[in-house]
């Protein structure tokens, strides 16, 4: 029988075989464990208000006491996550903030090693893997930690380096959202290796066509069409890269109804995983600021894939991908009905289209100078008329620069 313990009153040695909320939406990679780290007990407290405790699979000096807390609080019994409640905003902004200072570090020496990846590929030089996965488990890590806080982080970009930070933050997409699709942690990884690697041929394009203003040329296409082969042949000649990276690196852009390249590959003839990379890599790009393309919001960026994506990869992909996103994405800026404005920082599990907001404006457009946070899922009826949300906001129309400053993870830290 599985008891049901508050998490302050769990301890390591126990057995925790169901959380108050989907594993999914947790910082654990698998379902069911034992506790062995002050660091776990941590991240429990950080992520539920209680949890499920199995005393048979607990160490069995705890045992005796495991049933004895939940008799004693009346809550031995069967798990029913539907019935559980979301830690307060604070609590999670707290967690989120936390984590945030880690996050950004693992992802600033990521892009410097995609930086260095980059330009060794320029030279010749062979690909190492051991480096990939390295960082890959790394940023692996840090999402199963706090993945709020690593998305935040994708919100943040520097005009002059686009291929790099854009390879950083497919893998990170590609991840959550493997995660999401509750695939093994190999099978996790290696979709962050392929996401990481998979703009690596465009080292074969020169820089006056990847930024180039204006429309491009037949040439132009025909260069850039290429890069997938390219990145693969690059990989061939480097050392521990499996078969499976290679094809994600090669198929990023295939399609399921044919229209993709560089093969022109269908349905079934495409890998799982190159589809997956495929769709956070256009995500990522329709939200990006690149030449001749404004970056969209996140929300219209998953609205625009639903409306139009669906024969390239597939409806359910789509709808699965946007659950895993959340309608309002982190990072959305969002107008309420009473005209203020705030930024999507968490997401309520029960009221997926009330999250949580750090308002950044108040309903005259000025600006909140301490950015107070407001769950918009725990407003009192009688005043959430003014707390809905209206639309989101383009980065653009919000001003790119001021998004920038708000975004920056030093700023909330």
């Known amino acids: 029988m599985k008891c049901k313990l508050r998490v302050t009153d769990v301890s390591t040695g126990m057995y925790v075989a169901e959380l108050d909320r989907p594993w999914l939406e947790s910082p654990f990679l698998f379902q069911g464990f034992t506790v062995e780290s002050r660091r776990e007990l941590s991240q429990l407290r950080e992520s539920c208000l209680y949890v499920y405790v199995d005393p048979d699979r607990s160490r069995a000096d705890l045992q005796s006491k495991i049933r004895r807390v939940a008799i004693a609080a009346g809550q031995e019994g069967a ?6 409640a979301e830690p307060p905003a604070e609590h999670r902004f707290k967690a989120f903030k936390r984590e945030l200072a880690r996050a950004l570090d693992i992802r600033e020496k990521t892009r410097q090693y995609v930086d260095v990846l980059l330009d060794d ?14 960082v890959v488990t790394e940023l692996l890590d840090t999402i199963l930690i706090n993945p709020a806080a690593t998305l935040w982080l994708i919100q943040l970009r520097d005009k002059d380096e686009h291929t790099a930070i854009h390879s950083v933050n497919t893998s990170v997409l590609a ?25 690596i041929g465009k080292v074969r394009i020169p820089k006056s066509v990847l930024m180039k203003e204006g429309p491009l ?7 850039v ?3 997938p082969d390219q990145g693969y042949r690059l990989l061939r000649q480097s050392e521990g890269v499996s078969e499976q990276v290679r094809t994600i690196v090669q198929q990023h852009h295939e399609r399921l109804d044919g229209s993709g390249y560089p093969q022109r590959l269908m349905d079934k003839q495409i890998d799982p995983l190159a589809l997956l990379v495929g769709l956070v890599d256009a995500y990522d790009a329709m939200t990006g600021d690149w030449p001749n393309s404004p970056p969209m919001s996140p929300h219209k960026a998953l609205a625009q894939l639903r409306r139009d994506a669906g024969p390239q990869f597939g409806v359910e992909r789509i709808e699965r991908f946007i659950r895993c996103m959340g309608v309002y994405p982190i990072g959305t800026v969002v107008s309420l009905t009473s005209g203020a404005k705030g930024i999507v920082v968490s997401h309520n599990r029960s009221s997926r289209l009330k999250p949580v907001l750090m308002m950044v404006e108040d309903p005259r457009g000025s600006a909140y100078r301490k950015r107070p946070l407001v769950d918009l899922a725990a407003r009192r009826p009688e005043s959430t008329a003014d707390w809905q949300i209206q639309q ?9 620069e001021r998004l920038r400053s708000i975004t920056a993870a030093e700023s909330l830290l």
């Open 217 to 223: 040329n037949r040439e132009d296409w025909d260069l």
């Open 79 to 84: 798990a029913n996550d539907a019935q559980s």
């Open 392 to 400: 989101a906001v383009d980065p653009v129309e919000f001003g790119d």
């Open 225 to 227: 069409r290429a890069h």
């Open 175 to 199: 991840m959550i959202f493997a995660r999401h699709e509750g695939l093994s942690r190999e099978q996790i990884e290696i979709a962050g290796m392929g996401a990481l690697l998979h703009d």
């Open 121 to 134: 590929a320029r030279l010749g030089k062979h690909v190492s893997m051991q480096g990939v996965r390295t």
